[in-house]
């Protein structure tokens, strides 16, 4: 066994013995969330490429779902770490790609719903949530703005790392990160992620204008 | 009538001079909105709830039977007045809490004695069908004799409040490959995807806005919605598989959302974008 399958497992007892704990304490009242799930189990049909595995919740939603979205701090950061474990750099260490490409990528919320054709590619999303260039008006704000974020904090080697990262895996940050794991779940390849890099970072993007 | 539907659908997609994005929305809005009143005194979704009388006093099915005779929204055999803003409820007769599609349904499969699985195949219109499905009609009718009525659901029953806590839990339930559950998009106020407001289901003034206007006429596509649509498409959008129609997922949704918005007046079957 290699450290990290140890820490995996390690975390993975926690988060069992953790959810063990809250079990015990929602005892007393009947227990809603073990009934949700109950239904939840129950009461779906796969559709398209939406099959029932999708119900099933990894370690991070799983401990996620039991505290609404607030873990404790320790395991917070023992997770997100684990997450952060998962994203894979580009080998040659060039980390901003084309920013017209991922302007289109952004712009596209197709994929994984059980109208989409199942497989690659599927879009970005991000204007669904984020405010990005300043030419598209039509912009979501679950998550905040992106405008001028190369502007403000800079295109370095480390910022670029960082937004590579968020994009490869938002949950190695903030482990209960309402954003999408793009990377690691591989909607998004290095090269197109790379292209999102520049977008936001890129002084030539208009996010940066 | 239909006149007056597609000159207004025109007015709303006509062309605009460009604007600023606050700008922009704020003109769709009010377009929306002067469309909205204009259609209030000849609403669309009389048409569907005029189908929805006939079906509801209609003998039909196996059992040749009307719903009329036979079956219970809660306030007694065959009425309506004021049912639908008391659903989701608890009925005895099922032993279940049931919202009111699923409880006509109930009445449909057990009263009349149609096929479940016959009604589930196509339970929503779609896109390109020239009408609605009878169940469609028939929710609109009884939602309409709810109009100007305060939301009731009666939340003091214990086997209510436990679908409505339950219903709780499952809008907060992450899952997929999004990781996203309903809280995702409706959970916080003031959100938007897009353009699009999302309602915050969890609070009184959000959850009003969820359950207000439903079942609607929707006016991209010219068709008739129920709120369990909504909720479909709603898990759709989260990257789920499909809920089973009329199921119980559902119903503790709806009562954790109409639940919230108790109190509150129903407008009747409405217009949505």
């Not at chain 2, 919605?225 to 909720?231: D, F, K, N, S």
């Amino acid at each position: 066994m290699n450290t990290k399958a140890i820490t995996l497992a390690a975390s993975v007892s926690l988060t069992a013995a953790l959810i063990a704990g809250a079990c015990t304490t929602a005892m007393v009242a009947p227990d809603h969330h073990a009934r949700a799930l109950e239904i939840i189990k129950r009461d779906f049909k796969p559709r398209g490429q939406a099959g029932l595995d999708r119900l099933d919740a990894d370690p991070v939603q799983a401990i996620c779902n039991r505290t609404d979205n607030t873990p404790p701090v320790s395991i917070a950061h023992q997770m997100q770490n684990e997450q952060l474990a998962t994203v894979a750099y580009p080998a040659d260490g060039v980390l901003m790609g084309d920013w017209k490409k991922g302007e289109k990528l952004a712009q596209s919320g197709k994929g994984f719903t059980w109208k989409d054709k199942p497989g690659l590619p599927v879009g970005g999303n991000c204007y669904n949530c984020h405010q990005i260039s300043p030419k598209e008006l039509s912009f979501g704000t679950i998550g905040p703005s992106l405008f001028q974020i190369g502007k403000i904090r800079g295109n370095t080697p480390e910022m670029q790392k960082y937004v590579y990262g968020k994009i490869y895996n938002s949950k190695a940050f903030n482990l209960c990160s309402e954003m999408p794991r793009f990377g690691h779940i591989g909607a998004l390849d290095s090269d197109q992620i790379k292209d999102l890099v520049a977008l936001l970072l890129d002084p030539e993007s208009p996010v940066n204008k | 009538m239909k006149n007056t539907i597609s000159i207004g659908i025109a007015l709303m997609l006509g062309v605009l001079p460009p604007l600023t994005f606050a700008q922009e929305k704020d003109a769709t809005e009010a377009e929306f909105e002067k469309f909205r009143t204009e259609m209030e005194d000849s609403n669309p979704a009389e048409l569907f709830e005029m189908k929805g009388e006939d079906i509801w006093n209609e003998k039909r099915g196996p059992k040749n039977v009307s719903l009329a005779e036979s079956c219970d929204l809660g306030k007694g055999v065959g009425v309506v007045k004021g049912a639908y803003a008391a659903m989701p409820r608890y009925f005895a007769d099922a032993g279940a809490v049931m919202d009111a599609e699923r409880r006509i349904v109930w009445c449909m499969v057990e009263k009349q004695g149609f096929n479940f699985d016959d009604i589930a195949k196509k339970p929503f219109q779609g896109r390109n069908d020239t009408s609605a499905p009878d169940i469609t009609n028939l929710v609109t009718y009884v939602a309409m004799h709810s109009k100007g009525m305060p939301f009731a659901v009666p939340l003091d029953d214990p086997k209510v409040k436990d679908a409505y806590l339950t219903g709780k839990e499952i809008t907060k339930y992450r899952a997929g490959p999004y990781d996203f559950s309903c809280n995702t998009c409706h959970g916080v106020d003031g959100k938007r995807i897009r353009m699009q407001n999302l309602p915050n289901i969890s609070t009184a003034a959000g959850a009003i806005k969820g359950v207000q206007g439903w079942p609607g006429y929707r006016m991209t596509g010219g068709i008739m919605l129920t709120h369990q649509w909504r909720i479909n498409d709603c898990f759709r959008q989260q990257r789920f598989p499909e809920p089973r129609y009329a199921s119980e997922v559902i119903t503790d949704i709806l009562t954790y959302m109409t639940g919230n918005a108790n109190g509150q007046i129903y407008n009747g079957p409405g217009i949505k974008r």
